[in-house]
């Protein structure tokens, strides 16, 4: 007889409070686990397919800077788990239910402050999430890596350039993968054994046994001193005091078989943002959007087809190595290596090169559009020519280190003041 997997008696706690500064005016309005990525999902959806996908029936949603877009999101997307079939979705907004000044004072508080709500559902196993990355990963074999090893927290983990393992938990591990050393966002990451250009980051990812966890949450709730964090606080604690076990990536990354390496993105800064959209426009991308058999679930909105018009020289609608969701219409413009979302309308005369465009933005007649990531709902002016002279970009946009032009409805409205 087969047992049972391991993840129907666990639950799946996402981390999505996080406001992502340094997408600049993307998350504006919105939390980075809410941005817009891939045409049709938002950031969060990978975390939550990888749960839904794993076997994980219960999920709890922890929200708190800018949550509405996010919660909407979730709600229309997200609505389809039923009781009586003992699944739950929760979303969890900071609600003051300690104490009424206190939001959510950090990833491990975000969890304390709803452990009634996790206790009521009865799991066995917590799985902590961040609801920022873009990945793939089965998360059963992540548990049963803990079960095995009898760890008192399993840590997922993947080996990062040491000059940005600043931004992670860094640790060092035995060769049974014991966590011997752990370090949150070092100033002077430790390289790798043997690896002198590599850290073994923290993902963020953290399985628990659930009632060790709750322990766990009460002692650091009552250390006056603690920052209520995982990386700060509960891990160098489980580090030093219990048994805290790493589990690589690579063991539970999921790939089909157009992916030639496990893929794993924080797509943080604008030019990171950019360049992990734009590269799902390669023939073969790193990333397989297109497995049937690992969906990423997401709000399917209503929409038409998307649209190409006009076939004279000077004014024909076509995409070359491009991405175009339902919905849009390209009207006799020219697009090459761009990924256009929902509902976005290029006019003509227009050429659109290496851009990522944001649902229902409208490009006026003659725009010349290059390296640029436009926000949600804009109308570009007729004319409108970016990615030509730098110096010009930056004074009218935020232009990014790599070249990059983001653009808002604000900037956008500058222009004509």
């Known amino acids: 007889m087969t047992e049972a997997p391991l993840a129907r008696n666990a639950m799946a706690y996402v981390l999505a409070g996080g406001r992502g500064s340094r997408l600049m005016e993307l998350t504006d309005f919105r939390a980075k686990p809410a941005v817009y990525f891939g045409g049709k999902s938002r950031i969060i959806d990978f975390a939550l397919s990888n749960a839904l996908n794993s ?74 999430l961040a609801g920022d990355h873009i990945y793939k990963m089965d998360y059963e074999k992540m548990l049963q890596q803990h079960v095995d090893q009898k760890a008192d927290v399993t840590i997922g983990c993947l080996e990062v350039p040491l000059e940005e393992a600043k931004g992670f938990g ?12 752990f370090l949150e966002k070092p100033k002077e990451p430790p390289p790798m ?26 002692r650091d709730a009552s250390d006056p001193t603690s920052k209520r964090d995982f990386g700060n606080d509960i ?20 790939r089909s078989s157009m992916e030639r390496e496990a893929y794993w993105r924080d797509v943080g800064t604008v030019d990171a943002y950019w360049s992990a959209n734009i590269d799902l426009t390669d023939v073969t991308p790193e990333l397989d959007l297109y497995d049937r058999d690992w969906p990423i679930w997401t709000y399917g909105e209503i929409t038409p087809p998307a649209k190409f018009v006009h076939d004279d020289e000077a004014r024909r609608g076509q995409a070359i190595s491009s991405l175009i969701s339902g919905g849009c219409i390209v009207s006799g413009s020219s697009l090459r290596r761009s990924l256009l979302f ?3 309308r290029v006019n003509s005369y227009g050429l659109v090169e290496n851009a990522v465009i944001l649902p229902y933005v409208d490009v006026g007649r003659s725009a010349r559009l290059r390296n640029v990531v436009i926000d949600r709902g804009v109308r570009i002016p007729e004319g409108l020519v970016v990615g030509e002279d730098p110096e010009l970009d930056a004074r009218r946009f935020r232009r990014s280190p790599g070249g ?3 653009i808002t409805q604000s900037m956008i409205d500058r222009l004509s003041a």
């Open 55 to 128: 076997g994980i029936r219960r999920i709890a949603v922890a929200t708190q800077y800018k949550a509405h877009s996010l919660i909407r999101h979730l709600q229309r997307g997200w609505s389809f788990f039923r009781p009586e079939r003992n699944e739950s979705f929760d979303i969890l907004p900071a609600s003051q239910r300690v104490s009424e000044d206190m939001w959510y004072l950090g990833t491990a508080d975000a969890v304390y402050q709803n452990v009634d709500i996790i206790e009521s559902y009865g799991p066995t196993w917590i799985i902590i």
């Open 170 to 181: 860094v640790m060092h591990v035995d060769a049974d993968d014991r966590i011997i050393s």
């Open 193 to 218: 054994p043997g690896k002198p250009d590599k850290a073994l980051a923290s993902m963020g990812i953290y399985v628990f046994e659930a009632k060790f966890l709750y322990d766990q949450l009460k």
């Open 235 to 254: 891990i160098p604690y489980l580090v030093n005091n219990g048994k805290a076990v790493a589990h690589p990536f690579t063991r539970s990354c999921v």
């Open 342 to 344: 929902t509902g976005v």
């Open 404 to 406: 990059v032009s983001l």
